[in-house]
């Protein structure tokens, strides 16, 4: 599993997951870049907040579910789901249209699991991306 | 197969009036959210006091309605606020503004050193205490 650094600011750094050479978020990025552009460039906006001034407060933008996992949304529209690794790290896992909340919620947690899982036992690989 | 990176999807997001906008209603609806917790007041008492509805509310902290000069004023005086609006000149390694407002260019040593300054700001945040201090000690002995 790598952990790709995708972001760099003063409160965060902003990972996003890949596995077996696939990154759910980048292919949902890249899918609603095209199909829905309002919806992406809210959540780039998201993302940047994140890292340069700390966690939105605003839970119609930025909002926790449960066992730790939290979602970047765009109501009614797209979520990306997330979890924190310490203090300083968000680590984004999988992304997915509104309708398709519960299969990827359940994948948000089980990739979280691996991560944590690869991390313990010193398989986890970091990358950057051009930042 | 993904057709962009991260780095090409961001970039070109960061120039498009739609994400520049989105920044703005973040910012006051961050703003908004922070006041709204230190005074205690729910989405619908923020409501009743302005005299609009509760998805009102909901709508304008989704961004889905936009914010006017008066609803920002109506709901700062609701959580004891005033209103302070700032244009602020954009700056960056590049360019920055002096005090007539003209660009300068900063020096070339000033740019190579703030991006070093960058590069070792990132190396601290990756940086290990526990290895990093045991190949030190190796090292030394």
Known sequence: M?????????????????????CKVLEFLNLISKSRRQCFLKLVNGFDRT???????????????????????????VRILCFLDGSGI???TNGFTTDKMEA???????????????????????????? | MSDQTFHEL?????????????????????????????EGISKSELADKIKVSAPYITKLLR????????????????????VEIKLVPKTNVNGWVDLFGKTIEPRREFQVWVQ??????NEMKSFDCTTSSQAFFHESH
Request: proline share 1%; glycine share 8%; charged share 35%.
């Open chain 1, 2 to 22: 790598i952990a790709l650094k995708i972001r760099t600011g003063d409160s965060f750094d902003i990972f996003a997951l890949e596995e077996d050479g696939e």
């Open chain 2, 116 to 121: 070093e300054a960058r590069t070792y700001r």
């Open chain 1, 90 to 92: 968000v680590v984004l």
């Open chain 1, 104 to 131: 990827g919620t359940r994948h948000a947690s089980e990739l979280r699991d691996r991560y944590l899982d690869a991390k313990r036992n010193g398989y986890l690989t970091y990358r950057e991306d051009n930042l």
């Open chain 2, 10 to 38: 961001f970039t070109s997001a960061r120039t498009e009036l739609g994400y520049k906008v989105d920044g703005v209603i973040v910012e006051i609806t961050e703003q908004i959210k922070d006041r709204m917790k230190a």
């Open chain 1, 51 to 77: 890292a340069d001034t700390g966690l939105m407060q605003n839970e119609e933008r930025f909002k926790p579910l449960h066992a730790g996992i939290f979602e970047f949304r765009v109501p009614g529209e």
């Open chain 2, 63 to 82: 961004g889905e309605t936009n914010f006017t000069a008066e609803s920002i004023v109506k709901i700062a005086d609701a959580l004891s606020c005033g």
